[in-house]
């Protein structure tokens, strides 16, 4: 059974700080992984999609990174902002399946 | 439309009450997904729609959730006989069809049951 596990749980952060967000999957057998945002009270937005043949993606200040094999994935946040502050989620997509499987999610502070 | 709507934002019902859930996905979306948010928890799959049929029921908690979808269009989440637990955010997604295809979620229905 696919696990997603998310860490740190909090992060609390200085402007202007770089900061790695880790998410961990126990099965590598899957098609994609998703990194998504959430804001408090609000739905989900998307961030990036990694492939499962790709090795990261990069929108502007975000860079993710997928390591199927180990089961891990990374999201890169450059020169951090106030506007950051959200929790984020990483899911993946299982091969088989459509469903997606999401991780608990890393809340993030960042401090003005 | 030019993303995912969901309504109504807020319910509030008393525990035993029917309600009904609504999403209306992104135009041209033929897959739909419907998660649940406890507070302070993880998104829980529910169900899976391509078209109007649901190949994957699997995370239905109960006989008494269910969802239907008309056509590629809107899709409906029933709760009966509302609990307590069921209290939540429940979210809907659309995507293309297709494995590699990026979800698009909707901001989501905050139910209370009373």
């Known amino acids: 059974k696919q696990e997603v596990t998310q860490i740190p749980a909090a992060l609390s952060v200085p402007e202007g700080e770089n900061l790695v967000l880790n998410c961990s999957f126990t099965d590598s057998a899957i098609y994609n992984l998703q990194w998504f945002r959430q804001d408090p009270g609000k739905g989900l937005t998307s961030l990036l999609l990694?492939?499962?043949?790709?090795r990261e993606q990069t929108s502007g200040r975000l860079n993710a990174s997928l390591d199927k094999s180990s089961g891990r994935s990374t999201l890169y946040i450059a020169a951090s902002q106030p506007g950051d502050s959200a929790t984020y989620l990483c899911?993946?997509?299982?091969?088989?399946?459509?469903?997606?499987?999401f991780g608990t999610g890393t809340r993030l502070k960042v401090l003005a | 439309g030019a993303g995912v709507s969901q309504s109504p934002s807020n319910k509030v019902t008393e525990k035993g009450k029917d309600v009904e859930l609504r999403c209306d996905p992104i135009s041209g979306h033929t897959a739909l997904y419907w998660y649940r948010q406890r507070l302070g928890q993880g998104l829980e799959f529910l169900i899976y729609?391509?078209?109007?049929?649901?190949?994957?029921k699997s995370g239905l908690p109960s006989d008494r959730f269910s969802a239907e979808r008309t056509g590629e269009s809107v899709s409906t989440l029933t709760i009966q006989r509302t609990q307590q637990e069921d209290s939540a955010v429940y979210l809907c997604?659309?995507?293309?069809?297709?494995?590699?295809?990026?979800?698009?979620f909707g901001q989501g229905t905050r139910l209370t049951v009373v």
């Open positions: 899911a993946v997509r299982p091969a088989g399946t459509y469903k997606y499987i």
């Open positions: 729609f391509q078209g109007n049929s649901a190949p994957d």
């Open positions: 997604a659309s995507t293309l069809y297709g494995r590699d295809t990026e979800a698009f």
């Open positions: 990694i492939q499962s043949s790709q």
